[in-house]
């Protein structure tokens, strides 16, 4: 619970609460995937070589950040069973990340819809 909490800070620092629940969606929908490790923690720390999945355990932000109430509405939303994230299982706030990075997601993943400065993608299907 605690990490779900601080991933979702310091992922969407400053989103209004479907921004924040959208963030907690993508967590849990990686959880209940196959392809994916199967619990919070797992997700929110794996790492695909030396490259995180979540820049906020990298830069210490997932560490710093102060849960504000907005955040435990989102989270409390997403463990009740709401999703609004069509199934995404990547985000990434286009206009702050390595091109580089976007240039994988826009090679390989499935584009889903845009919310609040985050991109949310799936994977596509063969």
Known sequence: YNALLRIVEAEA???DV???LLVANVILNRVRSDTFPNTVKEVVFQRNGRHVQFSPTADGRYYSVTVTESTVEAVSRALSGEDQSQGALFFSARS???PTNMSWFDKNL????????HEFYTLKTK
Do not use: I, P, R, V
């Open 13 to 15: 620092t400053g989103s």
């Open 18 to 20: 479907t921004g924040k």
């Open 110 to 117: 499935k584009w889903l819809f845009a919310y609040g400065g």
């Open 96 to 98: 702050k990340a390595d």
